[in-house]
Structure formats: structure tokens, C-alpha cells
């Protein structure tokens, strides 16, 4: 918690508490893509040492910049497809 700069669980529910309900009076209550479909989100940094953690895992993803994020993701595969054909 001392990442985030924050004393206590109950610093940290009151803080999320807070950022859920911006989103809410926002209308933002859609999935965000860059969340739930990559490996890792945030500086470009942070990024590239997890992707180094993974080691030979991350063969195939890659590192892409979004808005003001980095993110590493999944190789893209489309699904049904016979690449034989």
C-alpha cells in the first residue's frame, strides 16, 4: 500500500468507494478494453519489466502505447480459421 500512498485497508475501500461512484455520476459503467484484455497497463517502463518477467512466456505479445498508457497484450489470432487453406 505504500505504493499507492495509502495507510490503511480501510484508507483504501474508502478511496475505491470514491472512484467508483466518480465513474458512476460519469456514465462510465462500460468494460475498458485496455483493462481486461491486456497483460500489463501503465508506463511504458512497467511495461517493458513485465514483459522482461515473463521471460520466454511473453514470445508473441507486444508492446503498444494507448492515449497515455503502454500496454502489452496478447498476440491477435483470429479463432476458426484454417491457416492451412
Keep these: 500500500m505504500g505504493l499507492l500512498g495509502i495507510e490503511s485497508i480501510g484508507s483504501l475501500r474508502e ?7 466518480e465513474a458512476l455520476v460519469r456514465g462510465e459503467m462500460g468494460r475498458e478494453g485496455k483493462w481486461t484484455e491486456s497483460i500489463a497497463v501503465g508506463s511504458g517502463d ?24 503502454y500496454i502489452l497484450r496478447e498476440p491477435q489470432e483470429l479463432f476458426g480459421l484454417n491457416r492451412d487453406m
Design 15 to 21: 478511496l475505491r468507494k470514491k472512484w467508483v461512484d
Design 46 to 69: 512497467f511495461v517493458e519489466t513485465i514483459r522482461t518477467k515473463l521471460g520466454l512466456r511473453a514470445k508473441g505479445r507486444r508492446v503498444c502505447r494507448m492515449a497515455n498508457d
